[in-house]
Structures are given as C-alpha cells and as structure tokens.
C-alpha cells in the first residue's frame, strides 16, 4: 500500500508538471485528487493494512495529498497568469525593425581602394601580422641598427619575432613566391608603439602597392598613383611628389594630392596646406629586388604605401581616429 502511494505520488507530480493547459491540470485532478480518484482509492484500502501499520500510511495519505493540493493550485495559477489578458500578445505593437548593418568606413575605404587597382590588373595579397625580423626589416634593405628602424615604432614579441609596422613586408613574400610581372595591393593591419591619440593608433591599416616588370618607370609610379587619386577623390585633384627616405625604395617620395575640399587654396581640412598628404612610394632598390633572386639587369619596379585612416577619416569627415575603433552605434549607424 505504501509502496502504491510512493508510485501515484510521483506519477501525479510528473503529470502535474508536465500540464501545459488549465484542462490538462483539471484531468490530473480528477485523475488523481478526484472524488473517483486514485488517492481516494488508496485512502480506501487502508482498512486492509495491517493495524499496527494503519497510522503510518494514514498518515502518509495527508501528507501526499497536501502536497498534491499545493502543487496542483500552484500549476493552476501559473497557467492562469500566462493566459490573462496582461500577457496576451497585443498585435498592435509596432515590429522590431530589423537592424540593417552597414560596412564600417575603414572597409568601404579599403575596398574603394582595392576597386581602383583591380581596374589597373592588380590582384590583392595578403599576409601575416606577425612577422620575423628578416621579412620586417633585413629583406627591406634596412641594414643591422639603421635608425630607420626606429622609426617603425616597432612591437617586438621575441628579438627577432615582431608585430609589422608596415604592409612592405608583405612585397616581400610576394616576390618570393612568384616571378615577375608582379602587380599586387596589399590592405592589412600594421602595429606601432605610437600613443593613442586623435591622429594615431597603434592598430591602423595601410594598402600597400606593388609592381614589377620590364621598362617600370617612375614615369608608371606618378601616372599609377594619379589614377588612384582621381578614382578616390575625383578627375580634379593633382599630385605632388617630393623627396624622402625609405630603404627599400630609391628614389623614394613621400606623396600628397591636392586638397579636394578648397582645391588647393587653404583650408580647414588640409589645415591651409592646399595639400593632403597621403603616403610613400618609391622605386624598389634593385638591393630588394636582387634578395629575392629577380634580375635586377632585366627587371625594375615601383612600390606605395598609403594609410587607410587617413582616408576614412578626410572622406567621411571623422575627426578622431580614435572613433573609428570604438565600435559606437552612434557613430557606425551615420555611414
Ligand atoms: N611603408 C611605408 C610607411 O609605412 C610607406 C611606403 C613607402 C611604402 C614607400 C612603400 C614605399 O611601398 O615604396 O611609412
């Protein structure tokens, strides 16, 4: 007897519990708390139990019922409150507009960019971040404690295991993966112990630009880079050129264009310079060339390097870099 009571006790839990609607509690009741139902039953047969355990399972009885009762009035208020009109799906409601993402103005610059040098017949690569010291430097024509290094700003993991500072590195896996003629863009990621402020990061991009062929002049260099300026800024800007130092490149220039906002005159966006200056070029020194085993009698070419921000930043009218990383709604949702 007791060991029935045990087994209908449980089964009504179960049934309890697993009730979805307020007629499912009503048949567990009946089933079980019922006039006709099984606890009534049990109570029933306890007239058959041996006397000396008669006040056990009496008392058993009230306490299986007890809770029952408990449980069932409980379910029967739970499932009250999740039908009531309070809860009810109020079809009136306007929807929840779906939020429609939009690509973050570092990458509809990068892919502006890329655009302009597939139309040239550049193909894009990549590669890695982390770099050695030989593809960060030493295949660079920096010689050993140059103070160009220093420059570069440069995140050392190990002593010879650094974050790039530049996407340069990238010409050289380049070439040394193929032979010429070489026309690659190279967008990625470049690191720098800068401090972080309105104009720097030490995260930021950079596009780095690649070509080597027979009869490559600086001639090709301006004429590639005029296009890319026109494509960004338009038919109207022009490009200045002048002198400057980078050790893979001889000549090397540091390159602007004209300011797109005041055409030239002075203002406020090209802090009354008429110029924007956008990046470094040059052409590559044969010593670079010759390290990755190209012929430097036969073959000659140009390189570029220009950074993202900057663009982002003078189109979109952003002016603190540090927003282009925030990863503000604020901000983001306004391109
Ligand atoms: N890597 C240089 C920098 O970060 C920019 C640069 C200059 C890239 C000259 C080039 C180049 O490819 O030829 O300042």
Redesign the pocket.
């Known amino acids: 007897m007791i060991e029935k009571l045990k087994a209908m006790a449980d089964e009504a839990r179960a049934a309890l519990a697993a009730a979805q609607t307020e007629d499912d509690v009503e048949a567990a009741r009946v089933k079980f708390l019922g006039r006709k139902g099984q606890l009534r039953d049990l109570q029933q047969g306890i007239k058959d139990v041996p006397a000396e355990q008669r006040p056990e399972a009496g008392q058993l009885i009230n306490q299986v019922k007890g809770e029952l009762e408990a449980m069932l009035q409980q379910r029967q208020d739970e499932l009250a409150a999740g039908s009531g009109p309070a809860d009810a799906i109020d079809v009136t409601l306007p929807g929840r507009a779906t939020r429609m993402a939009g690509r973050h103005p570092l990458m509809q610059v990068r892919q502006d960019m890329i655009n302009i040098f597939l139309g040239l017949g550049y193909a894009v690569a990549e590669g890695p971040e982390v770099e050695n010291y030989h593809y960060a430097f030493e295949a660079l024509n920096y010689p050993d404690d140059h103070p160009a290094m220093d420059e570069q700003m440069t995140f050392y993991i190990e002593d010879d295991v650094v974050l790039r500072?530049?996407?340069?590195t990238v010409?050289i896996r380049v070439m040394e993966s193929q032979e010429p003629p070489v026309r690659v863009v190279v967008p990625g990621r470049?690191f720098r112990r800068d401090t972080v402020d309105a104009t720097h990061s030490h995260t930021f991009h950079?596009l780095?630009?690649?070509c080597v062929d027979e009869g490559i002049t600086f001639a090709d260099l301006k004429g590639t880079l005029l296009s890319f300026a026109h494509g960004m800024f338009g038919p109207d800007v022009r490009v200045r050129f002048r002198p400057d130092f980078?050790p893979?490149?001889e000549p090397?220039a540091e390159f602007a264009v004209s300011c797109y906002m005041c055409g030239g005159d002075g203002c406020r966006v090209c802090s009354q310079t008429g110029w924007l200056e956008l990046?470094?070029?040059?052409m590559v020194d044969p010593n670079v060339l010759s390290a990755v085993g190209y012929d430097t009698e036969r073959y000659t070419g140009f390189?570029?390097?220009v950074g993202m921000e900057r663009f982002a930043m003078l189109r979109y009218g952003i002016e603190d870099m540090r927003l282009l990383y925030s990863g503000d709604m604020r901000m983001l949702a306004q391109f």
């Open positions: 500072s530049q996407t340069s010409q470049c950079q780095e630009g690649l980078f893979f490149t090397s990046g470094g070029a040059g390189a570029f390097g």
